[in-house]
């Protein structure tokens, strides 16, 4: 769990006073790790997987389950027998978790480019498992769940030894300091984030309404179960937004929103839209052809491309600087001339496009408006100082934007009940499955970061597995947005919301500035960027601009300080995005000590705390010569632990090769970041992998004859092999015109930017199955993609047949023929013969829970509902480590103990017998 260092922490209230030159000198260390290695090449691809377990002391006789606090005990344990077997090729590396219950696992090294090593996955996970089982006491298990599911539920009574619920650190009023982990930085992670924010952390998740809920008997009662609109439709927890309706019903109640309705996901809590202000370029002077972007106010760049009259960017107001944009590309444009006397820019509705990117100007058949439930709407007016613009869908609903004024009565609020938490360790003790590649190069990484940060909600729903917290049943089943809100440290200026305590001096921007997220949530800006060859047509910037269409505040001192270093505006955006956090842990001497050049101590201190979806991870320093040369790296971070091996490693295979379908096709993924924000709601619904449907983007792979992008005229590889059609030689995506000299086509030089295509139409819809396994012929979906990768490549017969039985798995759970853990988990529960019907997990409940995961995980429990026809082989201690061949003198009483042993069994003394 990000960087772990040896020293004494220092108290919020003197390591706060450091802030500000933390920050600038982290500004500093990337600059130099950037020049320093930004020109490496040619890297293979290495990667590795983390898995965490947590560890629960059982009572069979009284049918309890607690928390074992032995964590270190048996992490030091396991780390002293990889030394003494560290002859093996196959080894384990076991490190500290937040929980004091809790140790995370990866392999010992790193799995190669080769198809062989997907088959290493599985194995060095049931030798993970085998080797913990080796350290457990016969009282205690450790099966490979997302949560403890009676977590804060337990008083005093939560964990062997027992801890008294508070203290100094958390302040809970549900679980005990004594649970956190003893290395100095998670007590202090704790405390800080709480200090910062000025309150403990809350956390509210959806609780499940069940027939003898009591928390619902005064709540409205709903039609369906099954959504907060119907079974249609999927409930939006919208977790880390939520002041406004705890500042209205507390901390036992919340607001969610539902998928059938645009505005739920178009609006956060307190009734701020979550994408940004849309501008047309409209230069109203003779001759001018529209604006060059500027890298500052007032410094032009006069050979980037540049927006022209009756383009579309987006882009927010400078709050410092008056009379100022700054787009999401990370640039500037000024709305009106230095005199002020001619505009430059104006306002449109948030759902203004361009009909192609060929439309410079603007005539009556243009669809600039289209709303998202119709292939087209009415549009009332575009521009005009004031004039409200309404938008009129087919459903005779009015959509209301820009300011104006509804005239109907609003929507009555979907009020549930909640689960309350209030403390780190409820997100930060839950345990996830991640994921490190190696990338050829940064331009590499940068890519590989984008596409993976669209499939992260995609992934996460797949792999539900979080259902139950606190001692009871939620209604959703990820863990996601609960460790979002267990590490919210934002001020309640930076939320949103009125601050007596504003401005706060030792704050970055004196805690003032609006921050949307949380440090833990998706991410907001994509940051590939081909700067080296923008192609002729130039589309590059405008289109990074429109697909980051959601406000990314940035550290504007930090920004420029990368810009001046020959940082381009997508990755300075992204570092400037990331410091405008503060530093939540500081070590006493390691701050000005620190050298800047050499080291990225306080780089890593912000970059580490920024718990993202994706996390883009520069070259770390190579203090000696002897330690490993490690490049330009991704890391995927969303997906739920799972119950056994086979799961955890079918995932991780098919992640994997995922990147490297989404290089060797050349596919693009690109939707915008709004909607990635949307799936990450709707991948939260319960059983969202059977029910639910996600944005994803509709064609993958260039256009060769484009209009709409709807389907109709559509052509691409992808339909051409669906009908049967050759592709036509002497193509101009033929592959040999594509690749420059580092290998990387035009396609991926243009990304998002399909050619022919038209962006706002790029993207619909899909369900799970349709995502996995196609739609039409124009989707042909991810798992036969990887199927065609495995074909192109030659995959060797035997990884194919492991692989085939992974993928096979996984589009079944995408078709819904096989539940997810979350699911199986809530029907296990409200199954039980102790369940009361009233969302409550009980003592005997979770005991057996959590050991039938024990007994699946381990292979002596087959679940045919969630697994199919996979059965786990069993796992035991057996074959866990090699057995020495020993020399050492044996004592004569031993010897002739052995041999009395020996010498009574009856083949023994048949044998002996014959002889004679």
């Not at 259902?467 to 919210?488: K, Q, Y």
């Not at 580092?742 to 899909?766: C, I, K, L």
């Not at 196609?774 to 692989?803: E, H, M, S, W």
Request: charged share 25%; glycine share 8%; net charge negative.
């Amino acid at each position: 769990m990000g960087l772990l260092k040896v020293g004494v922490p220092m108290p919020w209230d003197k390591s706060k006073k450091h802030n500000h030159y933390i920050r600038q000198a982290g500004v500093r260390q990337f600059i130099s790790t950037y020049n320093r290695v930004k020109d490496l090449k040619g890297d293979e691809l290495l990667w590795g997987d983390e898995t965490e377990y947590g560890i629960f002391h059982i009572d069979p006789e009284n049918k309890k389950i607690r928390l074992s606090l032995r964590a270190k005990e048996i992490m030091d344990e396991l780390n002293r027998k990889e030394e003494t077997h560290d002859h093996r090729v196959e080894g384990c590396t076991w490190v500290p978790e937040y929980g004091a219950w809790m140790v995370e696992a990866t392999p010992r090294r790193p799995y190669s480019g080769y198809t062989t090593d997907l088959l290493r996955v599985e194995r060095n996970m049931r030798l993970r498992r085998k080797r913990m089982l080796t350290v457990l006491n016969d009282d205690e298990i450790a099966p490979t769940v997302a949560v403890f599911p009676l977590l804060g539920a337990l008083g005093d009574d939560g964990t062997v030894p027992k801890t008294s619920v508070g203290g100094p650190v958390t302040m809970s009023e549900y679980i005990g300091d004594g649970i956190i982990n003893p290395h100095p930085r998670f007590a202090t992670l704790s405390a800080n984030i709480r200090q910062r924010r000025g309150e403990k952390v809350n956390i509210r998740v959806p609780l499940f309404r069940d027939i003898h809920t009591p928390e619902f008997k005064d709540l409205p009662i709903i039609s369906s179960v099954d959504g907060c609109c119907g079974s249609d439709s999927q409930q939006l927890w919208r977790y880390g937004k939520g002041d406004e309706s705890r500042e209205k019903y507390g901390n036992d109640m919340l607001v969610v929103g539902c998928s059938k309705t645009g505005r739920d996901e178009a609006l956060n809590d307190n009734g701020e839209p979550v994408t940004l202000q849309k501008w047309l370029v409209d230069v109203q002077c003779e001759g001018c052809k529209g604006l060059f972007y500027r890298i500052e106010p007032d410094v032009i760049v006069p050979d980037a491309d540049w927006p022209r009259n009756g383009e579309i960017v987006v882009g927010s107001e400078v709050s410092n600087i008056p009379g100022w944009i700054r787009l999401q590309n990370g640039y500037y444009l000024p709305m009106r001339s230095d005199d002020g006397e001619i505009p430059f820019l104006r306002k449109v509705s948030t759902r203004a496009e361009l009909s192609t990117f060929e439309t410079l100007s603007l005539g009556s058949s243009t669809p600039l408006f289209r709303d998202s439930n119709s292939d087209g709407v009415k549009l009332a007016t575009l521009l005009g100082e004031g004039t409200p613009f309404r938008v009129e869908a087919p459903d005779t609903s009015t959509a209301v934007l820009e300011g104006a004024s509804s005239s109907t009565e609003e929507a009555p609020e979907n009020v549930r009940a909640a689960i309350h938490m209030d403390a780190m360790a409820f997100g930060m003790g839950c345990c996830c499955l991640q994921i490190t590649f190696q990338a050829k190069d940064l331009d590499e990484s940068r890519y590989i970061y984008d596409q993976l940060a669209i499939l992260a909600p995609i992934m996460m729903a797949l792999t539900a597995s979080t259902p139950l917290m606190r001692g009871r049943i939620a209604d959703t089943d990820c863990r996601w947005g609960i460790i979002t809100e267990s590490v919210d440290c934002r001020s309640l200026a930076e939320r949103g919301r009125p601050d007596p305590d504003a401005p706060q001096t030792d704050f970055a921007g004196k805690g003032e500035r609006r921050i949307y997220k949380s440090r833990y949530d998706s991410i907001s800006t994509y940051i590939y960027q081909d700067t080296s060859k923008l192609t002729d047509d130039g589309h590059s910037n405008r289109v990074l601009n429109m697909y980051n269409d959601i406000p990314v505040p940035i550290d504007e001192d930090s920004f420029k300080a990368l810009r001046k270093a020959g940082i381009d505006p997508a990755l300075s955006q992204h570092i400037a995005h990331l410091f405008i956090r503060d530093p939540l842990v500081v070590f006493e001497g390691a701050v000005e000590e620190v050298d800047d050049d050499q080291q990225t101590e306080h780089f890593e201190s912000i970059q580490s705390t920024n718990w993202q979806s994706v996390r883009w991870k520069p070259p770390p320093p190579r203090n000696s010569p002897n330690d490993p040369h490690i490049g330009w790296r991704t890391e995927f971070r969303s997906m739920e632990m799972q119950l056994t091996d086979f799961e955890n490693a079918a995932f991780t295979v098919f992640i994997v090769l995922c990147t490297r379908v989404i290089l060797t096709f050349d596919l693009n993924l690109y939707i915008p970041l709004s909607r990635v924000d949307a799936n990450m709601q709707r991948a939260h619904s319960r059983n969202a992998a059977a029910k639910g449907k996600f944005f994803f983007r509709r064609h993958m792979a260039p256009l060769e004859k484009g209009d709409d992008g709807f389907g109709v005229k559509y052509s691409s590889m992808f339909s051409r092999a669906a009908n049967g059609q050759d592709t036509p030689s002497g193509s101009k995506h033929d592959e040999d015109d594509d690749d420059d000299g580092d290998g990387v086509s035009r396609q991926r030089r243009n990304a998002p930017f399909a050619p022919g295509s038209n962006e706002e139409n790029a993207y619909e819809e899909m369900t799970m199955a349709e995502i996995m396994t196609g739609k039409g012929d124009y989707f042909p979906g991810l798992i036969p993609l990887v199927f065609a990768y495995l074909d192109y490549i030659n995959c060797d017969q035997t990884t194919l047949a492991r692989v085939t039985e992974y993928l096979d798995f996984i589009q079944k759970r995408a078709t819904g023929e096989l539940i997810t853990p979350a699911t199986w988990m809530r029907n296990f529960v409200r199954t039980h013969p102790a369940y009361k019907q009233d969302s409550v997990v009980s003592d005997e409940i979770a005991y057996d829970l959590m050991q039938a995961c024990q007994e699946i995980g381990q292979g002596t429990r087959h679940v045919p509902e969630m697994m199919g026809e996979v059965h786990i082989k069993p796992i035991t201690t057996a074959g866990a480590y090699d057995v020495k061949l020993e020399s050492k003198r044996v004592k004569n009483e031993s010897i002739v103990e052995l041999l009395q042993r020996y010498s009574n069994r009856q083949s023994f003394a048949t044998s002996h017998g014959e002889s004679s």
